[in-house]
């Protein structure tokens, strides 16, 4: 089965279930809030955002889960923080069940932009 090719943020989000389309909302408003100046787009299939065409964060809905995606530097300066969630090489799943942990959230994206500003 093919996936779906989206073109836009507000296309990916509008594919989900009402649930998981908050979720996603609530993540897209925390990352635009925290680094207006980066670039929205759709990179590997999922929202991405860029400062100065280099990758910040990522993330992604599934059928349980919300991935986020930070590379691996975002996501080994929180380690501690992130350990509760089930994690893979440069991601981090956090499932639908739960609140969004926004604040984390925010603090990995304020992390990944004094890493990519001169």
Do not use: C, W
């Amino acid at each position: 089965m093919e996936k779906a090719k989206y073109t836009t943020v507000d296309d990916y989000i509008g594919s989900f279930p009402e649930q998981t389309r908050e979720l996603l909302n609530q993540i897209r408003a925390t990352i635009q809030a925290t680094a207006p100046e980066a670039t929205e787009s759709i990179s590997y299939g999922m929202p991405a955002y860029k400062l100065n065409g280099k990758p910040l964060v990522y993330f992604g809905g599934y059928e349980h889960h919300i991935g986020f995606y930070a590379t691996p530097t975002g996501h080994h300066a929180f380690k501690e923080a992130l350990s509760r969630y089930k994690q893979g090489k440069g991601s981090v799943q956090f499932p639908l069940s739960e609140p969004m942990p926004l604040q984390l959230i925010a603090d990995i994206v304020k992390f990944r932009l004094a890493e990519k500003k001169p």
